[in-house]
Every structure is written in C-alpha cells, then in structure tokens.
C-alpha cells in the first residue's frame, strides 16, 4: 500500500502565494488532512480535493495557519454531508482547541462540543497511534512559541514532519541515526535571526547527511530568491506528491 504525503500549502503563516502549511496523507485509500488552517479549504478546492473526500485530520498545534479553517470544515461536514470525520490531536489540545478556538462561532443549541463535530481521538506524546492499516503516527513535541504546546510527528518510524519548530539538532541526528528516519520535512525561515521557527542559516550548518535528508516548508513568498541556495536541501513543492513508501 503506498504512503504518499502531498502539500496543499507550502507557505508561513504570513504567505500568500503558497498559502497555510497543511498536506495531505494517503496511505492507500486513506486521506489523512495535516492540520486546517485559514487557507486550507481555498487550498483543498483548488486542487480539487472534496472535503468528502477526507477521512481523518491531525492537529500538531493550535495557531490559525493550522487550526484556523477547522470551522468551515466541520459546518460542511455538518450541513452538507452530514458526516463526523476523524480528529487526531495531542490530549493537551483537545479542550483548548474547542474553548478558545472552535466554541465561539461553532456552539448552538444543538452541538456544544467538539466531540459533536469530530471523532475525537486524543494522542499522547511518545506513544505511536495506529491511524489505519500501513499508517502510525508518534506525536513529538517541538519547542515552537514559549508556553504553546506544538508537536511534530514521526510518521511509519520512517519519516519525520517537524510542523513548526525551532532547530534541534540532536532530535535530528537521533532520529537519523537511532531511529532509522530516511525522509525530514522542516519548517524553514528564510531570512531573519531564529525565534519560533528553524531558519535557513541554521539548517545549512547541518551536516551534509542531514541536509541530503531534509525538504524545506512553511516558507515565506521570496522563496524563489532561494532557489539554488539551500545546500542539499530541497524545497517542497506545493501540490506535487512525493511517495513516502511505494
């Protein structure tokens, strides 16, 4: 069964043209959505993907580039199709992203809870979650904002997708090294000195085996000015799909 991993958007919170970091997983017939955030159903649409059409979404933290389309998303699995899809978040999260997030605009006399929109499936950090036959997911959490709870996620023991995170170095080199990871996918700040997010300087003082490694996401709009200037990294490309595992 193969393990495909497709961005439907490739941009930092700030992009335009690249829109939200969010991607899509297929493990077979399985559609996985990595996080919603406020572009992801603009994002979706134009790529022709039905919200229909997924079957489970995974929530590595709680910022609107990544959480922030999950209203629009639950009222047409609601309304229009009349489905409770799949919700895979950390257990920290959980509460959090309905109370301070969802609730507002999403409470009615009817559904007062997230637990009415979604099947709420809580993670625990540390503990691979079988998602479907082919496809598990290790929650890890990452040093993004102080006091915000983010996590990256280790997918099949095979590939690591760091979602927002500043640069650590020795999770990379362990999970290369102890853990057999083949394939990274990290967030990349391309200009500006190191705050929430790993920057470009930062992965270029990687080892080369690390670099080789490595795809570069959740990057600004003048990504093109970079192009030829990443070492042995690699930018991600919005829409094209890379096979994880054939």
Known sequence: MALTLQMIGTGSAFAKKYFNNNALLRAGAFTLLIDCGI???????QLNVDVADIDAL??????????GGLEELAFRMRFVHRRRPLLYI????????????????????????LDQYFQVVTMREGEPCRIVDGLEIELMRTDHVPGKLSYGLLINRSVYYSGDSLLNRERLESLVHHRGVRLIFHDCQ????PSVHATLDQLLALP???????????????KDQY????????????HRLYTLEP
């Open 39 to 45: 572009t992801a159903p603009m994002a979706l649409h």
């Open 58 to 67: 995974l929530i590595t933290h709680l910022h609107a580039d990544h959480a």
């Open 90 to 113: 950390a257990e920290p999260l959980a509460e959090p992203l309905w109370e301070n997030c969802l609730k507002a605009g999403m409470e009615d006399e009817e559904y007062r809870s």
């Open 190 to 193: 391309l200009q500006g000195p």
């Open 208 to 222: 080369e085996h690390l670099q080789s490694r490595i795809f570069l996401m959740h990057y600004g709009d003048d």
């Open 227 to 238: 192009v030829g200037r990443t070492g042995r990294m690699s930018f991600v490309e919005q």
